[in-house]
């Protein structure tokens, strides 16, 4: 059920033993579709922050979904937890110098073109969006 | 090689080297091993020697901020030495570089 110009890509279900070879995954695939050094670390960075909640308050592990559109690059991650109260609410302030948690969602928002978050009892839906060079260059199909 | 390296306080400067991907899978470890050495040496200088990590997340910049705090129980100052420009953009992005002596 692809729309024209997606790519189908890649699925993974992941847990805490599973987290580093989901990170690879993702950079693997991110930067065989055109993501580099910098661009490529950030997509990865928010990814990981991603994956690393659904194992750390999403049930213990998700199911990532990997594809291309358009000339941009789409990470899904998918857990049965028990959902986030205000899915829009976290992550839109940094926090301050001495706390030792709370970055995760901060960092991913900063470091992809689009994040979404969808989520209800049945758990949570986020999805990140990064813009690859070529179509940063020209907007030509 | 181990991610984490920890020597012994010479002429009060306790330095610990990092390496290679910092996360969660192996934060609560990264952050025993660090926040106990500086308990433990009492040192008056900490230095985190960045410069080998090749990956860090929120979870690892979690355990500098527990390293910098631990410094601070003993009175200790506390700086970050030689991040790859993507940590050092990471760090900047979290609003840790003045906290973290690289501002």
Known sequence: MSEPGETLGLEYDFDFDTLVAARRLVE????RHGLTEADLYRFVVAVNEITTNAVRHGGGGGRLSLW?????LYCRVTDNGPGLPWPDEPGHRPVPPGSSSGRG?????QWVNRLTIESDAEGTSVTLEATTPQSKQSNDP | MEVVSVGTVTDGLLEVVLRGDIDF???????KTVSAAVIDQHPSVVRIEMGEVAFLDSSGIGVLVDAMKASAEVDASFSVGHPTPRVFD???ITGLLTAFGLG
């Open chain 1, 28 to 31: 693997r695939y991110a930067e």
């Open chain 1, 68 to 72: 291309q559109a358009d000339g941009r």
């Open chain 1, 105 to 109: 969602l901060w960092l991913a928002r």
């Open chain 2, 25 to 31: 899978t192996n934060a609560a470890w990264v952050r």
């Open chain 2, 90 to 92: 990471q760090l900047r």
